[in-house]
């Protein structure tokens, strides 16, 4: 049996949440918000379509995007207004995973052919309308997508005859039941719509009333009882917590039962506090949340290690990890090469909101967008020629400068490095 998933959809409309395609009501005014909220709510995909018809009004909602992606931790598909090769490029560069395509608009057929040979057929998903566009382009779609995207109730079952392509159905119902039934379908790979994409939808709930219908949801599995863990006299066991990107040690805590199956139920780092006596959902007063990205046990089964995504400071003085305080010997210099440039970057990025006199990348800055790419462009000429030399300490130095340039554009055009990392990801 596959994993089924819940995925909220989110339609824009001239920078803005509106209800539906043909609903103009504003839901939200804060698209990037609703698109967190869905994400901290335990989500496990996100549907955005782009409502706008002009290019002024386009260019909005890739930037929308563009911020979205940086907030949440979830896949991201997003359609609307694609009407050339540029479009595909721009919402695929914002971050999200697939570029929707829309089967109803005559020159698809070509574009999805066109887009799936450049970006590759698990970049691309299509959305159909009708059943017969499923019928006539089977191939087409077979060839060049790998989701569909059911804009229609339709005969799910008949459906699944023709295609083995993992299909999300968007639907207006806001019937459990009717959701319940679409996701019983074998291939339908997830749910969105109205009763999803509800702002008070408790998805770990609803996921619940899923598996007593027998459908696996998306979700944790732990493959060891707490029961089978080594406990200390107070009967918790405890938990040391990492950075899953720098591997830096964040901070110590406790677990009992029921907070490790709400870890893994929640997706969130949950402990037990043991001054409070009561569970304690990390991040659920400050913001400063820990998402799970592993949990792993010692040789001794009685310690815990929780690779996490940490928002914000783990330490509740505010440093970014509760082991800030040296009693012995030296700290080594960090040579993580992710936090490396992260520094480098956050300095740089500093200089623009802080300028300071006499500052090298403030003068970049100054001179605008024109003279960073007139040095970006120079330095890498510089790195090829010392690639031609036989010296290699050359290359060193000038890949130093080059990357040090690449990154004032970053900053400039609001490019991070985790925008950068999760493009090389995804290739």
């Given at each position: 049996?596959?994993?089924?998933?819940?995925?909220?959809?989110?339609?824009?409309?001239?920078?803005?949440?509106?209800?539906?395609?043909?609903?103009?009501?504003?839901?939200?005014?804060?698209?990037?918000?609703?698109?967190?909220?869905?994400?901290?709510?335990?989500?496990?995909?996100?549907?955005?379509?782009?409502?706008?018809?002009?290019?002024?009004?386009?260019?909005?909602?890739?930037?929308?995007?563009?911020?979205?992606?940086?907030?949440?931790?979830?896949?991201m598909t997003a359609g609307g207004n694609i009407k050339r090769m540029e479009d595909v490029k721009k919402v695929l560069y914002t971050?999200?995973?697939?570029?929707?395509?829309?089967?109803?608009?005559?020159?698809?057929?070509?574009?999805?052919?066109?887009?799936a040979k450049r970006f590759g057929k698990e970049r691309i998903a299509v959305s159909l309308n009708d059943f017969d566009a499923l019928?006539?382009?089977?191939?087409?779609?077979?060839?060049?997508?790998?989701?569909?995207?059911?804009?229609?109730?339709?005969?799910?079952?008949?459906?699944?005859?023709?295609?083995?392509?993992?299909?999300?159905?968007?639907?207006?119902?806001?019937?459990?039941?009717?959701?319940?039934?679409?996701?019983?379908?074998?291939?339908?790979?997830?749910?969105?719509?109205?009763?999803?994409?509800?702002?008070n939808m408790d998805f770990l709930t609803f996921k619940e009333i899923c598996a007593q219908e027998g459908i696996q949801m998306t979700?944790?599995?732990?493959?060891?009882?707490?029961?089978?863990?080594?406990?200390?006299?107070?009967?918790?066991?405890?938990?040391?917590?990492?950075?899953?990107?720098?591997?830096?040690?964040?901070?110590?805590?406790?677990?009992?039962?029921?907070?490790?199956?709400?870890?893994?139920?929640?997706?969130?780092?949950?402990?037990?506090?043991?001054?409070?006596?009561?569970?304690?959902?990390?991040?659920?007063?400050?913001?400063?949340?820990?998402?799970?990205?592993?949990?792993?046990?010692?040789?001794?089964?009685?310690?815990?290690?929780?690779?996490?995504?940490?928002?914000?400071?783990?330490?509740?003085?505010?440093?970014?990890?509760?082991?800030?305080?040296?009693?012995?010997?030296?700290?080594?210099?960090?040579?993580?090469?992710?936090?490396?440039?992260?520094?480098?970057?956050?300095?740089?990025?500093?200089?623009?909101?802080?300028?300071?006199?006499?500052?090298?990348?403030?003068?970049?800055?100054?001179?605008?967008?024109?003279?960073?790419?007139?040095?970006?462009?120079?330095?890498?000429?510089?790195?090829?020629?010392?690639?031609?030399?036989?010296?290699?300490?050359?290359?060193?130095?000038?890949?130093?400068?080059?990357?040090?340039?690449?990154?004032?554009?970053?900053?400039?055009?609001?490019?991070?490095?985790?925008?950068?990392?999760?493009?090389?990801?995804?290739?």
């Open positions: 049996m596959s994993y089924k998933r819940l995925t909220p959809c989110i339609f824009i409309e001239n920078g803005k949440a509106v209800r539906w395609f043909d609903d103009s009501e504003v839901i939200s005014d804060d698209v990037v918000a609703l698109a967190k909220h869905y994400n901290d709510q335990g989500a496990d995909e996100l549907l955005v379509f782009d409502l706008s018809e002009e290019d002024e009004d386009h260019e909005e909602s890739i930037d929308l995007l563009r911020k979205i992606n940086r907030v949440i931790r979830i896949p971050g999200a995973k697939r570029c929707m395509l829309n089967f109803s608009k005559p020159d698809t057929l070509t574009l999805v052919e066109d887009a019928f006539k382009q089977q191939h087409l779609i077979d060839e060049c997508s790998t989701e569909i995207i059911f804009m229609h109730r339709l005969d799910l079952n008949s459906v699944m005859n023709i295609t083995e392509i993992p299909c999300v159905v968007v639907t207006d119902t806001l019937e459990k039941e009717e959701i319940l039934k679409i996701l019983k379908c074998e291939g339908i790979k997830g749910v969105s719509g109205k009763f999803i994409s509800d702002e979700s944790f599995e732990s493959i060891m009882e707490f029961s089978e863990f080594k406990l200390n006299a107070d009967g918790l066991i405890p938990v040391i917590v990492q950075h899953y990107k720098t591997k830096e040690v964040l901070m110590l805590a406790y677990m009992n039962e029921e907070s490790f199956y709400h870890t893994i139920k929640s997706g969130k780092m949950t402990y037990y506090s043991r001054s409070r006596q009561e569970l304690w959902v990390k991040g659920e007063t400050s913001g400063h949340t820990q998402f799970v990205k592993s949990l792993t046990v010692d040789c001794d089964r009685d310690t815990l290690l929780a690779e996490v995504e940490q928002i914000g400071a783990a330490c509740h003085t505010g440093n970014p990890t509760c082991f800030f305080q040296p009693i012995v010997g030296s700290k080594v210099a960090e040579k993580n090469p992710l936090q490396v440039f992260e520094e480098v970057y956050a300095t740089i990025s500093d200089r623009k909101k802080n300028p300071k006199e006499g500052s090298y990348t403030n003068y970049l800055f100054e001179k605008g967008l024109d003279k960073i790419l007139k040095k970006v462009g120079e330095e890498a000429t510089e790195l090829v020629i010392a690639a031609k030399n036989p010296n290699p300490e050359e290359i060193k130095y000038e890949m130093s400068d080059f990357l040090y340039h690449a990154m004032v554009l970053m900053v400039e055009r609001g490019i991070t490095w985790e925008d950068i990392v999760n493009e090389l990801a995804d290739r």
